[in-house]
């Protein structure tokens, strides 16, 4: 880590814990997933409906819906239930996933990343990278194309519940840091029982702007997954292949 890095985020705790001393204490904090999937994705079975109600026994007061390369499921739920819900996308790009949050319109997959970031920022999105340094993932970051993008997004995500292997999120950690960005955290859930089960503790927020600001005083909660829950989406991943016939 540079000395400039360092020297960043020496002050950016002391900002923060000024703000946790003088303003945060009387705030309540919100509990917040950042990262879950519906039946809009091909490797997901939730249904909508019930996964609102989970979310909200598991003690969500924020849920983000970021289906594969679709917003249409985080758009309806968020109509349905906005006070919950926040519309958000997983985004393919031609190197990796990035994660955004306030999406209003659909943006199509495949493109080059700063392509995809340009196209989510003219929506006033706030924009994350989905597990940057998890190598077992399909769709992967390499440290060259990471740090390609780390300039035009406004966080990563530094905790996601499904990465398999124990020092992948301390790796994108590390990155987050050294970048002077904040984290995003949450379940990458696929089936009900991981809902929850991963995200951040941040101060109520309404818009873009507001989760930004909120992102830099936020506390990671939970634990990693079960490997076995990867085993829910391929079973999904199949079935939407076979037109739900299995």
């Not at 309806?76 to 955004?100: C, D, K, Q, S, Y």
């Not at 924009?127 to 780390?150: N, T």
Request: net charge positive; hydrophobic share 45%.
């Amino acid at each position: 880590m540079s000395f400039r890095h360092a020297h960043h985020f020496r002050r950016e705790s002391i900002i923060n814990q000024a703000r946790t001393a003088g303003i945060l204490h009387c705030m309540p904090l919100q509990r917040i997933d950042m990262h879950c999937h519906t039946n809009a994705s091909g490797d997901c079975s939730m249904q909508p409906a019930r996964l609102l109600a989970v979310a909200r026994d598991r003690g969500l007061q924020r849920l983000c819906i970021t289906d594969h390369n679709s917003v249409r499921a985080g758009l309806e739920l968020a109509a349905r239930a906005p006070e919950l819900v926040v519309p958000g996308i997983e985004l393919l790009t031609t190197r990796g996933e990035l994660l955004a949050y306030f999406v209003t319109a659909e943006v199509p997959a495949r493109l080059e990343p700063l392509r995809a970031i340009e196209l989510l920022r003219a929506q006033g999105a706030v924009i994350s990278v989905s597990h940057p340094c998890d190598h077992k993932r399909g769709a992967r970051w390499s440290a060259a194309h990471l740090a390609q993008i780390l300039p035009h997004v406004d966080a990563l995500e530094t905790f996601n519940a499904r990465c398999v292997t124990r020092g992948m999120n301390p790796l994108a950690t590390l990155a987050a840091f050294d970048a002077g960005l904040p984290a995003t955290a949450g379940s990458d859930a696929h089936s009900y029982g991981e809902v929850g089960i991963a995200g951040l503790l941040l101060p109520d927020f309404s818009n873009a702007h507001e989760l930004c600001a909120a992102l830099r005083s936020a506390q990671i909660f939970g634990r990693r997954s079960s490997v076995a829950v990867h085993l829910s989406s391929s079973w999904a991943a199949l079935r939407s292949r076979a037109g739900g016939k299995l």
